[in-house]
């Protein structure tokens, strides 16, 4: 009943197509890493770390190393045993911290729960940390200053500014915490001077919070956990979820009778994670021969 009344009083939003502009930023990418091999005979490259055989990593680092293979970036990949230890994880991150051919590393998350995770994402170096997440960078996000960006959080600002999306002043409404999501998209919202309130399991009347989100983004990894009911009218709202067969975190079919922008899941927010990741890579690339 509701969503009848909301389709006639609102247009479909437009799909923010993250597809389109991650193809974009990638054929920048490859066109700076063909500059980086023919200027110094090295070809970037991104090595990658897998703790265990969890199918969807697996499926993701596929992804990952299939789109550095195509923009001319070579991959090295790592897989440990599900029973490695926080010190021969950390160990295996820094040799490659201390290899000079590997200029970016990305430490597959979850690890186990056996492992401390923050102790192996430190032991990147923050000229690799291309992925954007140890404290050095979140540090550096967090005041402004240059430095990589948590890939996924700078995928998601790369989307708002291609859609023009105003922030000065609008109240950003970021569902989920989490170290390499949550937290910091609310750190680079703030940084763009908009009013940003985290929401979390312990939030207290969640709806009536999403309710007033200019901007919403969902990052909580729950299937269709935002409800259309819950979006503002004229609402941009960026779907960060990724969920077991490419669900996202909201009911897409009546948030976008609601909102005037939104991203799909496929094709949204997913994209441009891996879009940055390699730009990030050529970037430190260049910067680690002499280039920068
Ligand atoms: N250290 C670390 N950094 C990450 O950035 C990181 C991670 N760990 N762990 C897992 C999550 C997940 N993630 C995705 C990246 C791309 C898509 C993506 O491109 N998805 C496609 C669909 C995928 C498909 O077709 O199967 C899309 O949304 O269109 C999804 C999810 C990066 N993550």
New binding site residues.
């Given amino acids: 009943m509701v969503e009848t009344q909301d389709r006639s009083q609102t247009q479909p939003a437009r799909l923010m197509d993250?597809?389109a502009l991650a193809g974009r930023i990638t054929r920048e990418t490859s066109a700076a890493a063909a500059d980086v091999l023919r200027r110094t005979g090295v070809a970037p490259c991104l090595a990658t770390v897998l703790v265990g055989e969890d199918p969807a990593?697996v499926?993701?680092l596929r992804?990952?190393q299939a789109r550095c293979a195509k923009a001319g970036i070579e991959s090295r990949h790592v897989s440990l045993p599900a029973s490695t230890s926080t010190a021969e994880l950390v160990a295996t991150i820094t040799g490659l911290s201390q290899d000079p051919a590997v200029h970016g590393i990305?430490?597959?998350?979850?690890v186990g729960p056996h492992i401390d995770e923050r102790a192996a994402f430190e032991a990147i170096a923050p000229e690799k940390d291309v992925?954007g997440?140890t404290m050095h960078s979140f540090a550096a996000m967090g005041f402004g200053l240059p430095g990589f960006a948590s890939?996924?959080p700078g995928g998601i600002m790369r989307l708002l500014d291609a859609y023009e999306v105003d922030l000065t002043g609008k109240h950003a409404v970021v569902v989920g915490r989490s170290a390499?999501l949550g937290r910091p998209v609310g750190m680079l919202l703030l940084g763009r001077d908009a009013t940003v309130t985290y929401c979390h399991s312990r939030t207290v009347d969640l709806p009536s919070v999403v309710r007033q989100a200019d901007v919403l983004v969902a990052a909580v990894g729950r299937p269709r956990f935002i409800r259309g009911e819950d979006v503002k009218p004229g609402a941009v709202v960026i779907d960060a979820g990724?969920n077991p067969g490419?669900v996202g975190d909201v009911d897409f079919e009546s948030a976008r009778h609601r909102a005037s922008l939104i991203t799909p899941?496929?094709?949204?927010?997913?994209?441009m994670?891996?879009a940055v990741?390699l730009e990030q890579t050529v970037q430190a690339a260049a910067r680690q021969l002499g280039l920068t």
């Fill in positions: 993250g597809t990593s499926t993701y992804m990952k990305l430490l597959q998350h979850p992925d997440v890939c996924t390499i990724y490419n899941v496929p094709g949204g927010v997913g994209p994670t891996i990741l």
